[in-house]
């Protein structure tokens, strides 16, 4: 992959940035309509998570080509308390914020090749990409 | 960035016309509560045709919105959600269960003024 753009976030109104920066790169990848709303609505709520349960990180943005295909793949990383039990945090309804509960599997469900890398105490690794076909 | 209320009729329209940070989203929930006492205001429409992408918070302080609109006795409409963006909210699983959507403006109003009819005929029968 190579690193487009990094947006550090600390606040909401980082989250805001995150999606202006992530629509531009989605929409200069020609990626349609649809997908790029899919694509800047994953960032959104994974921005909203670091603010919500690590209180600062980092979305990464870039683009990944193989043979055939170029995809958009996005980075959320902070060094909050990690998750406990990754199985139970993707089933629908789960939460530990006491907010909604759909974060991780609506993320999945927006994008493709979810990898989750979490170490209790040292924080998460949120990686997702989307293929332009 | 603050959006803009007008007061029509016994309606009020919020019309979203840029992304909202989640202080902006909280802010419009504030004014929007002040200015249906205000106003006496019987319904309110927020139109999010604008709107490129609603995330959970911005489904959940809408659907905040409309449910504590109807405590204070009036009725909202959320008006002009783009295909996209509703393709990704049931993507998302974010759904605005309760709350009454119109595809646009002049439908969202339609709405209201039916309501209210109805509200005025049901009186004048009892």
């Known amino acids: ?133 | 960035m603050q959006v803009p209320i007008l007061k029509q009729g016994a309606n009020l329209i919020a019309t979203v016309q840029t992304a909202l940070s989640d202080a902006d989203f909280e802010q419009l929930r504030r004014s929007l509560m002040q200015q249906v006492g205000r106003f006496r205001s019987r319904g309110v429409i927020v139109d999010v045709t604008a709107v490129d992408v609603m995330d959970s918070f911005a489904c959940r302080t809408l659907r905040d919105i409309a449910l504590m609109i109807a405590l204070r006795g009036a009725e909202t409409v959320v008006v002009g959600i783009q295909p996209e963006v509703a393709f990704s909210m049931v993507q998302l699983g974010s759904t605005l269960e309760g709350v009454v959507t119109a595809l646009d403006l002049e439908e969202g109003l339609a709405y209201l003024d039916r309501s209210k009819r109805r509200d005025e005929g049901g009186g004048s029968l009892s």
């Open chain 1, 1 to 133: 992959m190579t690193t487009a753009v990094t947006i550090e976030i600390r606040s909401d109104a980082d989250i805001v940035e995150a999606r202006q920066q992530g629509r531009a790169l989605a929409a200069q990848l020609g990626f349609t309509l649809v997908e790029l709303t899919m694509i800047v609505t994953a960032i959104s709520e994974l921005a909203r998570n670091i603010v919500l349960y690590a209180g600062k990180g980092q979305i990464s943005l870039g683009i990944e080509r193989n043979h055939h295909m170029t995809g958009i793949v996005v980075v959320a990383s902070d060094e909050g308390p990690g998750i406990r039990d990754i199985k139970l945090a993707m089933q629908d309804g789960y939460s530990t914020s006491g907010g909604l509960g759909l974060g991780l599997p609506g993320i999945q469900r927006l994008m493709e090749d979810c990898r989750i890398e979490s170490t209790v105490g040292h924080g998460t690794t949120i990686t997702v990409k989307r293929w332009k076909r």
